[in-house]
């Protein structure tokens, strides 16, 4: 039977990740895995995770199984943080899930059983991850222009057009904030655009959050999130907590389900709580506590927040950074877009013969389409990437 198993094809960011660790040349960047990096390479424990994980260590007195859907003051929590009181909280369902990862197949899962026949219309690009979920799970996903690679900004008009085509039932499948991987963000009018759009044609929006706080800030990044929230019936959406807690491994997310009613909420709620069961039973709870402890914690919440925001503007100063040096070098604007972005991705638009000569020829790493992910700089590999870019004609 196993001998019948057809090969899968290989994750593109883990191969580059293979590939960066083997290069021996000392000097090299990787730009390529979406992880958050210091100055000095390295992904550290936040000050306020770190603290709560001792505040746990010295309370925690049980093992036991928390709930289906996860434990009640972390739902509470999530929604709060993402939502604030864009909703009232007894019409939106949550559970706790495997990382953003799992919140994302959790939503798209409630919108199979709600609508066999949905489709998802995602953007051009988009998180690899939810093609391959999608294709899994043996939904259709239909892309929708959403970025210009000549300006490095939104294609809002070719948006517009490709999303005319949904139908009742389908669903929108919309970046909240630091699109990955492009970087380039709606505008809150492009954000009330599309809602007045999926509105008239009874189309649903599911919101894949991963990166609140790390654009503008927690408040200004949950904006368009929210307005979409208080202007539609039925909003899927799924969250974080890799990115902006720093705790990747603890794999921490949640899947919202915002509906009409508390009824309507009510059976929501159940068919998360069935789908957890399905899928993993409980879900983990280690770091789903630390974030409680921490967002229910006035001193941890207050210390949390400003080393996030420290996070956020040490990649502002990069994108600046980096901007700056390539208008220096070539002395021209094309890359201003760089400053713009938000989050840690930026597609320079790079071609693919580029991008291979600046990992053969200058030990950089950055994926195919020329995504790179902006905390993997610092202030002194700014100059050598915007060096090499030039030199091989990007």
Same mark, same amino acid.
């Given at each position: 039977?196993?001998?019948?198993?057809?090969?899968? %094809?290989?994750? #593109?960011?883990?191969?580059?990740?293979?590939?960066?660790?083997?290069?021996?040349?000392?000097?090299?960047?990787?730009?390529?895995?979406?992880?958050?990096?210091?100055?000095?390479?390295?992904?550290?424990?936040?000050?306020?995770?770190?603290?709560?994980?001792?505040?746990?260590?010295?309370?925690?007195?049980?093992?036991?199984?928390?709930?289906?859907?996860?434990?009640?003051?972390?739902?509470?929590?999530?929604?709060?943080?993402?939502?604030?009181?864009?909703?009232?909280?007894?019409?939106?369902?949550?559970?706790?899930?495997?990382?953003?990862?799992?919140?994302?197949?959790?939503?798209?899962?409630?919108?199979?059983?709600?609508? %066999?026949?949905?489709?998802?219309?995602?953007?051009?690009?988009?998180?690899?991850?939810?093609?391959?979920?999608?294709?899994?799970?043996?939904?259709?996903?239909?892309?929708?222009?959403?970025?210009?690679?000549?300006?490095?900004?939104?294609?809002?008009?070719?948006?517009?057009?490709?999303?005319?085509?949904?139908?009742?039932?389908?669903?929108?499948?919309?970046?909240?904030?630091?699109?990955?991987?492009?970087?380039?963000?709606?505008?809150?009018?492009?954000?009330?655009?599309?809602?007045?759009?999926?509105?008239? #044609?009874?189309?649903?929006?599911?919101?894949?959050?991963?990166?609140?706080?790390?654009?503008?800030?927690?408040?200004?990044?949950?904006?368009?999130?929210?307005?979409?929230?208080?202007?539609?019936?039925?909003?899927?959406?799924?969250?974080?907590?890799?990115?902006?807690?720093?705790?990747?491994?603890?794999?921490?997310?949640?899947?919202?389900?915002?509906?009409?009613?508390?009824?309507?909420?009510?059976?929501?709620?159940?068919?998360?709580?069935?789908?957890?069961?399905?899928?993993?039973?409980?879900?983990?709870?280690?770091?789903?506590?630390?974030?409680?402890?921490?967002?229910?914690?006035?001193?941890?919440?207050?210390?949390?927040?400003?080393?996030?925001?420290?996070?956020?503007?040490?990649?502002?100063?990069?994108?600046?950074?980096?901007?700056?040096?390539?208008?220096?070098?070539?002395?021209?604007?094309?890359?201003?877009?760089?400053?713009?972005?938000?989050?840690?991705?930026?597609?320079?638009?790079?071609?693919?013969?580029?991008?291979?000569?600046?990992?053969?020829?200058?030990?950089?790493?950055?994926?195919?389409?020329?995504?790179?992910?902006?905390?993997?700089?610092?202030?002194?590999?700014?100059?050598?990437?915007? #060096?090499?870019?030039?030199?091989?004609?990007?």
């Amino acid at each position: 039977m196993l001998n019948d198993l057809t090969t899968q %094809p290989p994750d #593109k960011i883990l191969e580059l990740m293979q590939m960066f660790r083997a290069d021996p040349r000392p000097v090299k960047i990787d730009l390529g895995v979406g992880v958050y990096k210091d100055a000095t390479g390295h992904t550290p424990i936040m000050r306020a995770i770190k603290a709560a994980e001792q505040k746990w260590w010295e309370s925690e007195d049980s093992k036991s199984y928390t709930a289906l859907a996860g434990d009640a003051g972390f739902l509470d929590a999530m929604v709060a943080l993402v939502l604030d009181d864009a909703v009232a909280r007894e019409k939106v369902a949550a559970c706790a899930t495997p990382g953003g990862t799992g919140a994302v197949r959790q939503a798209f899962e409630l919108a199979q059983m709600a609508n %066999p026949k949905a489709r998802v219309f995602t953007s051009d690009p988009t998180w690899p991850n939810h093609l391959s979920i999608l294709k899994h799970i043996g939904m259709e996903a239909v892309p929708y222009r959403y970025f210009d690679n000549d300006s490095g900004a939104v294609s809002f008009d070719g948006m517009l057009a490709d999303l005319a085509a949904v139908e009742t039932g389908d669903v929108v499948l919309l970046h909240g904030c630091c699109h990955n991987p492009t970087g380039a963000n709606l505008t809150l009018p492009e954000w009330q655009a599309v809602i007045e759009l999926m509105n008239a #044609k009874g189309a649903i929006p599911m919101i894949d959050i991963a990166y609140q706080g790390f654009g503008d800030g927690l408040e200004e990044d949950a904006a368009g999130t929210r307005l979409v929230a208080r202007s539609c019936p039925e909003v899927l959406i799924a969250a974080s907590c890799s990115k902006n807690f720093g705790i990747y491994r603890e794999r921490t997310g949640c899947t919202m389900v915002i509906c009409q009613d508390q009824a309507q909420r009510d059976l929501a709620q159940a068919n998360l709580a069935h789908l957890n069961r399905q899928t993993y039973s409980f879900p983990p709870d280690h770091g789903a506590r630390l974030v409680t402890l921490v967002m229910n914690d006035d001193a941890l919440r207050a210390d949390w927040q400003a080393e996030l925001e420290e996070v956020r503007l040490g990649m502002l100063a990069l994108r600046e950074q980096l901007a700056g040096e390539l208008q220096r070098l070539t002395g021209s604007d094309r890359f201003g877009f760089i400053a713009q972005h938000r989050g840690m991705f930026s597609r320079l638009g790079l071609s693919p013969e580029v991008v291979k000569r600046l990992r053969e020829e200058h030990a950089i790493y950055m994926v195919g389409d020329s995504r790179i992910n902006v905390a993997g700089l610092n202030s002194e590999t700014v100059p050598i990437l915007a #060096k090499a870019i030039v030199e091989v004609g990007g």
